[in-house]
């Protein structure tokens, strides 16, 4: 079995709910996962769009989460998981927002598409001091085990 991430609030490839958006209550999903490989000593997490700032034109990929250090032995998130809540260990990350946790979709034209990406690592990573995702990424490097990713779209209603 390999590393799959889901979530209860939408299914793979459709529309993220709006309350999980700007436009709503801006919480983070309920984020499910299954098939750690063994060896996982801990997991990372994520969240980014592509299509910034319009999908017919991306500049950019959007950062809406940064987790790392999650414990390999809890199955997933709960929904509008906030800091305190968070599994022991886990660390977070800054957003694109320049603050930690979760923002949701907030794209300012079109329908954009969110990944939910989930890394097993082979390692427990030093504190980062609230990296970015691209800091993340190179402290993560040579240690992923498995991946998966979860992939949700979203459009404002104008």
Request: net charge negative.
């Amino acid at each position: 079995m390999s590393l799959s991430i889901r979530s209860p609030a939408f299914a793979p490839g459709a529309a993220i709910p709006p309350r999980y958006t700007c436009d709503g209550a801006d919480r983070s999903p309920a984020l499910v996962w299954s098939g750690v490989p063994e060896g996982t000593r801990s997991l990372a997490l994520i969240v980014d769009d592509p299509d910034a700032p319009d999908p017919r034109a991306p500049r950019m990929t959007w950062v809406h989460w940064v987790l790392y250090d999650l414990p390999p032995d809890r199955p997933g998130l709960a929904e509008a998981v906030a800091a305190d809540q968070l599994p022991p260990g886990t660390r977070e990350g800054l957003n694109d927002w320049k603050r930690v946790g979760y923002g949701g979709p907030c794209p300012p034209i079109g329908r954009h598409r969110y990944f939910f990406k989930l890394y097993a690592l082979d390692a427990v990573l030093p504190d980062l001091d609230t990296p970015t995702k691209a800091r993340l990424e190179q402290a993560m490097r040579g240690h992923i085990l498995d991946e998966a990713e979860l992939i949700g779209t979203y459009a404002r209603d104008r």
